[in-house]
């Protein structure tokens, strides 16, 4: 994902983008829909949209502090590899991506 031109005094804003093949959006900060309507915004993304075991489109997510710890250490804080991953709906997931300037919005659209 490419940065857009940075207003001084001011940090970038985030636009929530749906999760789909179309991006490589692995690392980056994510938005789920949870099942009971609340939004959970302290994940990042470990896979990108994938076929889940009946074929329905999914991402693998884990705690934002989890995937610091896997970054850095290759494990996470239990000492495992997987525990911490969680498997969501893709239609639930969104990316949070830097808000381009006026002259790239087509590419939201």
Not at 10 to 25: C, M
Not at 46 to 68: F, I
Not at 76 to 100: C, M, N, Y
């Amino acid at each position: 994902m490419s940065a857009p031109t940075v207003r001084t005094g001011q940090p970038p804003a985030r636009v929530p983008v749906p999760a789909s093949t179309d991006i490589d959006f692995i690392g980056e900060r994510v938005i789920v829909l949870t099942r009971h309507g609340a939004w959970r915004q302290d994940l990042r993304a470990v896979s990108g949209v994938h076929a889940g075991e009946r074929g329905r489109p999914q991402v693998r997510l884990v705690p934002e502090a989890e995937w610091y710890l896997l970054a850095t250490t290759g494990r996470f804080s239990d000492g495992t590899t997987h525990s911490k991953i969680e498997v969501h709906p893709a239609e639930r997931v969104w990316v949070e991506v830097l808000q381009p300037d006026a002259r790239d919005a087509s590419i939201l659209m």
